[in-house]
Structure formats: C-alpha cells, structure tokens
C-alpha cells in the first residue's frame, strides 16, 4: 500500500484516500472546498451567472442532463419549488394559459397511472369534499353538464341493454319489446336521477 501524508491535517494516510495528484487528502480537500465555496459564495455565483450568460446553450444542455441523469431530484427539486412558490406558479399560469393548459396536459398523459392511483385514493377518503368539488364544477359548467347528461341517456345502446336484461332476469336472447320496455325503464330512472342532482345544486 502506498502511503501519503496530508499538508493539512498531517496525517499518513493511504494513496487511496487522496484524489489523484492533491497533497490533501479527501477529508481536508472536501473541507477546503467547502470554506473556499463559503468565502467566496458571493464571486463564484457572478462567475458562474457570467459563463451562463455566455454560454447559453451549453449552460442549457447541463440543466437537461442533469436532469435527466438525477430524475428523482429533480422531482423533488420542483415539488419544493412549487409548495415554496405558490404565488408564482399561479402568476406564471395566469400570464401563460395556453402554456399552462398544454403542459398540465402533457404532465397527466405521462402519469395517467399514478394520478388515477392517486385520485381512486383521495376519493375514497374524502367523499364530502369530492360532493363539494362534483357540484362546483356542475355549478360553473352547466353546459358540459347537459352535454354530458344528453350524452348519458342516449348511450342506451342495444347491447347494453341486453346485457343490464341478462344480468337483472338471466335472459339471454330477449324480445325486442321487453329490450325497449328495458330501455325506457332505465331512461326514466337516469332521468330522475338527474332531475334529483339538478334540485341538490338549486339547493346548496
Ligand atoms: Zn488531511
């Protein structure tokens, strides 16, 4: 084993324990370079915002590698950001909707699975505010509630009944009169429903 003593601490210490070529060792360098970084924070950060400025794209190409080489980080990186800076995620959504609406877009298709793990869960814990949320948004979109309903008692389609008809009397092939006896059923009763839904938001 090759020995090395240190300038600083003055300890013998193994070769390996010395970066290649430095007369400190790991300990002392680490040290060193951090009261070094302490001292001089203020001209190190100039320096560094000036080779940024000059360097644009490199500068860019190490933010997008880092990133990508520490994903976990980075995820954690803008979770403190956001919960840290609340205000100015709203004022940049503000000043950028379209932006805004896209990328939120793009960020649910690349985590469809865990925002539906996640939603299922919140659902199930918070069902009085989940009736909160549901009648807001019917409050603000009636529009896309009634599109929504019109939508909901037209999908009646054959199939479907016939299925709703074999699972409710274990028919298999039934006639068509009790298919549209069926379907008319179900139509009044989803209307109801709806009817019943409409009178909860006139109240609340
Ligand atoms: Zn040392």
Same mark, same amino acid.
């Given at each position: ?89 709203? $004022? %940049? &959504? =503000? +000043?950028?909707? /379209? #932006?805004? @609406?896209?990328?939120?877009?793009? !960020?649910? *298709? ?10 299922? $869960? %919140? &659902? =199930? +814990?918070?069902? /009085? #505010?989940? @009736?909160?949320?549901?009648?807001? !948004?019917? *409050? ?14 037209? +999908? ?49």
């Amino acid at each position: 084993m090759i020995m090395k003593t240190c300038t600083t601490c003055g300890e013998t210490k193994s070769e390996e324990l010395f970066y290649n070529g430095y007369y400190r060792c790991k300990d002392c360098q680490k040290e060193y370079m951090a009261s070094y970084y302490k001292r001089n924070t203020e001209k190190l950060k100039k320096a560094s915002a000036n080779w940024k400025k000059e360097n644009p794209e490199k500068a860019k190409a190490h933010v997008t590698n880092w990133k990508k080489e520490n994903p976990e980080k980075e995820k954690a990186r803008q979770t403190k950001y956001r919960k840290e800076n609340p205000e100015k995620r709203a $004022k %940049w &959504r =503000k +000043e950028n909707p /379209e #932006r805004a @609406k896209t990328l939120s877009s793009e !960020w649910y *298709k690349n985590n469809a699975e865990w925002v539906k793990l996640v939603s299922t $869960k %919140w &659902r =199930k +814990e918070n069902p /009085e #505010r989940m @009736k909160t949320l549901r009648t807001e !948004w019917r *409050k603000e979109n009636p529009e896309k509630v009634k599109a929504l309903q019109t939508e909901y008692i037209g +999908e009646l389609k054959t199939g479907y009944v016939k299925k709703q008809i074999k699972q409710r009397f274990g028919l298999a092939n039934p006639p068509e009169e009790l298919i549209e006896g069926i379907r008319q059923q179900i139509k009044f009763k989803r209307l109801l429903k709806i009817k019943k839904d409409e009178k909860s938001i006139d109240a609340s």
